[in-house]
């Protein structure tokens, strides 16, 4: 059995760091935009590539400090999106909640004679 980074062009091992970071700006933006099939899509791309990085040679470059801070912001940017999408649909669940008791309510009076 090969090793992963065997199959790799050592070229793209050295790109992988680049192409993480473009992958979660991507992922981010789906999220800001309600794209979550796209960004979940692009989530399983991004773990698939930190694999990668993980498992390029000791000898090759991983993550610069500027690249690992890159990664970090954008993460917190994800979180922080996906936190926003969250309240947001528990704001729309709540609503749907109460409209749903008044509904219920003059439901009950319309049947009564």
Do not use: W
């Amino acid at each position: 059995m090969t090793d992963e980074t065997e199959r790799i062009d050592p070229k793209a091992i050295e790109d992988l760091p680049t192409h993480v970071c473009d992958l979660l700006g991507r992922q981010v933006a789906s999220a800001r935009d309600g794209n979550f099939a796209e960004a979940e899509r692009l989530g399983a791309a991004v773990d698939a590539a930190i694999v990668a990085v993980g498992q390029a040679q000791a000898d090759r470059p991983r993550f610069t400090e500027p690249q690992r801070r890159l990664v970090e912001r954008l993460h917190d940017e994800l979180a922080m999106a996906l936190r926003a999408e969250q309240a947001d649909v528990q704001a729309k669940l709540t609503q749907l909640r109460q409209v749903k008791r008044v509904v219920g309510a003059y439901r009950g009076r319309l049947r009564r004679p």
